[in-house]
């Protein structure tokens, strides 16, 4: 447990002055726009509880005398002032200090300061080979736009929005909340204008008094050569508009990258598959691939394997920073074992088997000799 007078640092003797202004220093570290620690609730709360102890003549006297538990003994509630809990610190520290100014905290905009629009995200499908070589593609989406009618102010042509009668423009009342450590002013937003400021008694037409329109548009957007399945294109000003003129914010063209056939991407390789006999895989080939750019032959060495890969350079996608520079295409080798042979093929496989187990025997055969051999040799 900790002393009243160290949680609130004022000597014992500290006047009514002094801990109020104790109180209110602590109370600003702890605040949740500055402190995100997770213990500042509960550092408020002693804090509160601290105040309350000692801004209580009573209270005070039997603290200094007996301490926490004789202000228990004596019938006092200890829990202090925000034992029940309480929802939103930032709303109690809102009704400390909001009407305060000075502070810091919570300062609510200027009604009438121009305000960014909001940014937009459109998602869009772009074809395997047009994320790869990029491509001007149209798009379709909707967004606010300032209403030429009113050119924004939300009036009616020929009418002004006036000046709100009730917060005199600021968008924000002063109301006064009793809280257990006293009365505090806080400030509110407008309930009259809902912090505009400006109330419109002949509201515009075209936009119903809003100050903007959704609108579907249609713009050309360029897709760089090199993007990726979720790479995000930014269309500057695009979004919607602001407010008091202030700017447009921005479209942000997500795309989702249709999946090749033939072609499979990890960052700027692709990777293709090669089917070939065992025939062409024992004796090689030059074979046609279909690459990016077209087919191309390549050369499929004997001997290869299953799983073996013939890289063809440069081949592959560009790089979005430096497009000159693309990286590579791998052919990946599978052997396949034909399923249906004809009479013909049936007698060579028939004869390639046999010529294969004289060679098995023979190498056997010799391994014998040679471990025969060896026993001699060794006796
Ligand atoms: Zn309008
Ligand atoms: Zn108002």
Redesign the pocket.
Known sequence: MTDYYEILEVSREASKEEIKAAFRKKARTLHPDVNKAPDAEEKFKELGKAYETLMDDNKRATYDRYGEDGLQNAGFDTGGPFAGGFGDLNDIFNSFFGGMGGFGFGGRPDPNAPVEGDDLRLDIEVDFEQAVFGTDKEIKFDHLET??????????KGSQPVTCPTCHGSGQVQQVTRTPLGSFAQIVTCPDCHGKGKKISNP??????????EKEKKINIKIPAGVDNMSKIRVSGEGDAGTNGGRAGDLFVVLHVKPSEYFKRDGNDVYSRLDISPAQAALGDDVVVKTLDGEQKITVHAGVQSGNSIKIKNAGVPFISRPSQRGDHIVVVSVKTPVKLSDEEKTLYRKLYEIQNNKKEKAQQSSIIDKVKGVFNNA
Do not use: D, V
């Not at 209403?147 to 009616?156: R, V």
């Open positions: 209403c030429t009618s009113c050119g924004g102010t939300g009036a009616e515009c037409k075209a936009c119903k008094g809003h100050g903007k329109i």
